[in-house]
């Protein structure tokens, strides 16, 4: 399959249409896929798959940056492109390539060191500069159609459309719109037609739907550039349309979960996992591949409520673990093809090895990428570890608070807010984070801090800080005093992640687990005397959170007084850099602990 991508923007840009695929030379194989008579006397069915994959996050190969080692986890899971490259060939080889499609559904070009390198360190963005490894990976495994996530517009909206520019497939995004002319910003759907033996090509339309928390999430790249409608609306305008325009079949890729909750609350009238409701309130939708949550479902039907019937969701997991199977039945009838059965699974890719295709293709990638995270950058007098961030005020959390409010404070030297107190925000985001003694490399700080997120100064004031505490605090679950307390389930109540759980530095409190949310932040004081609720603090806060992320209160409504445009990873790994020594008396101290009716919990 081709694609002709200067012909598809300039048809898109004009009117938001479709491009056509058209099916490979027939194989053995893939005439095993399709049945029926076709002299007429059986009815005329055809089969084909549609492949999805997710949340990339830009992996590559199953390698961790951080730890400098092949990936692996507890499930001993598998990540990387390369591997899902040896699944889909394998797909195509028993089905037959031209009873295939490929798609994703977002979050593709930031996650890992090897994203980042291709994003700042050597930009795609750069006059002459690099074909980033995503788009070498998909375009060489075959992809026919990708639809925007969050974290694609990370690094800005220049280095997204270099991104697009390079891949050989298109990034679609129905609910991406042109702020000014309010007509859509990429690509809406693309269709693709499946050749038969009955001489009625199957047209297959796929729709891209990306999160409306885009707006929240990545203000500072998007706003005044860029809307994001509900995934629902925009479902309900295209569907029909797709249908008009002779689609046999309707898949929505949809970087949006199915939980129809949002972690940013009210602050937008759009859902942030909306998949499930497109299925259920949007009719003539066939399947959705879902992204965004991080979850594996390998099947799960939602009834639509206008025809009644069933809509197949399917979310793989996260950083190319698992591949989608979408497994299509058609049947003739009236002089139209209509779907007969979809039924989805998902296959595992540690069950098979690298594609030698893609690591050799950016194996020279891979190395500079490994060389850049190995840099030393310094030395630590001991070691520190995340492994009890969670529950406990560990030094490894309070060095990322204490980069922050010192470059705080630096950066309000000389204003009038320079006297004021500066406290800090930070979450644990990885609980296998760690600093070793000795010599400290870039892989090691960068490290703490996985995410893109910027630094801010908000101005709140001392009940504002307590609000933001007694919120923090929703993540733990409710234990009484006596009580046994098992660390692994007194954490992430609600579904609560660890990045939406902050502790923050230069304040002295407890944490009483046994209380109800809202009443658990006891004793809270900054430097040996109570907070005063009409006193005046600078919160060292990320840019996701004083954006909305997580629907802490206070913050995004709170007073900008400084911003910064590096990711605070450069600013560890700066002050690690200037320091040369990092020493935990320096900065570490326990000023939070989790209670029980004033009884240390550990």
Not at 293 to 309: F, S
Not at 340 to 364: M, Q, W, Y
Request: proline share 5%; net charge neutral.
């Amino acid at each position: 399959m081709t694609f002709d991508r200067r012909k598809f923007m300039g048809a898109s840009a004009a009117t938001g249409a479709a491009v056509a695929l058209a099916g490979a030379t027939s194989t053995p194989a893939a005439a095993a896929q399709e049945h029926g008579d076709v002299k007429g006397k059986g009815p005329r069915t055809y089969a084909f798959t549609v492949m999805g994959t997710t949340d990339l996050h830009g992996n590559v190969f199953n390698w961790d940056y951080f730890t400098d080692k092949e990936f692996d986890d507890k499930a001993h899971n598998d990540v990387g492109l390369a591997k899902i490259s040896t699944l889909v060939d394998r797909v195509r080889a028993e089905k037959g390539r031209r009873n295939t499609l490929l798609i994703d559904a977002g979050d593709t070009i930031q996650g890992t060191q090897l994203s980042y390198y291709y994003a700042k360190v050597d930009p795609i963005t750069a006059r002459r500069g690099p074909v980033h490894p995503m788009a070498q990976a998909m375009n060489a495994i075959g992809y026919d159609a990708a639809a925007l996530g969050n974290h694609e517009f990370n690094y800005g909206i220049p280095v997204l459309r270099k991104f697009e520019e390079q891949c050989d497939f298109p990034l679609l995004g129905a609910n991406a719109l042109d702020a000014r002319t309010l007509r859509p910003a990429f690509a809406p759907y693309s269709m693709h037609r499946l050749r038969t033996p009955f001489g009625r090509d199957v047209k297959v339309a796929v729709l891209g739907l990306t999160n409306p928390g885009i707006a929240i999430w990545d203000k500072a790249h998007v706003q005044g550039k860029m809307t994001f409608p509900g995934l629902e609306e925009q479902a309900a305008k295209y569907v029909p349309r797709l249908r008009s325009m002779g689609a046999d079949v309707v898949i929505v890729s949809a970087h949006s979960g199915s939980s129809g909750t949002s972690s940013y609350g009210d602050q937008l009238p759009h859902v942030e996992n909306a998949a499930g409701l497109v299925a259920e309130q949007v009719p003539g939708i066939d399947a959705i591949l879902v992204g965004h949550a991080h979850t594996e479902i390998a099947e799960y039907r939602v009834k639509n409520r206008a025809t009644g019937k069933d809509v197949v969701l399917s979310e793989p997991l996260k950083w190319g673990q698992r591949l989608t199977l979408f497994d299509f039945e058609l049947v003739w009838e009236r002089g139209c093809w209509s779907v007969s059965k979809v039924a989805a699974k998902v296959l595992n890719s540690n069950a098979v090895e690298e594609d030698p295709k893609i690591t050799r293709l950016l194996s020279d990638e891979h190395r500079k990428v490994v060389a850049y995270v190995n840099q030393v950058i310094g030395t630590s007098t001991r070691a520190m570890s995340t492994a009890e961030g969670p529950v406990k005020d560990v030094p490894v959390i309070d060095l990322i608070n204490h980069v922050q409010a010192e470059t705080v404070r630096a950066a309000l030297s000389g204003t009038e807010w320079a006297a004021l107190p500066v406290v800090s925000q930070a979450s644990c985001f990885s609980r296998t984070a760690s600093i070793p003694a000795g010599q400290v490399t870039i892989r090691d700080a960068a490290g703490l801090y996985p995410f893109e997120n910027t630094l801010e100064a908000r101005l709140l004031t001392g009940a504002q800080l307590k609000d933001y505490l007694e919120y923090s605090a929703r993540y733990y679950v409710r234990t009484a005093p006596g009580a046994p307390v098992d660390p692994a389930a007194l954490t992430n109540a609600e579904g609560i992640p660890d990045y939406n759980y902050d502790a923050v530095y230069g304040l002295a409190y407890e944490i009483d687990v046994a209380q109800p949310v809202g009443s658990r932040i006891v004793g809270l004081s900054f430097a040996g005397k109570p907070v005063d609720p009409a006193g005046r603090f600078v919160l060292a806060v990320n840019n996701y959170r004083a954006s909305g992320g997580g629907n802490f209160p206070h913050v995004p409504q709170a007073r900008q007084l400084w911003t910064d445009s590096d990711e605070i990873r450069n600013t560890i790994v700066q002050w690690v850099r200037a320091k040369g020594t990092v020493d935990p008396s320096g900065f570490a101290s326990v000023d939070w602990r989790l209670t029980r009716a004033g009884v240390p919990v550990f």
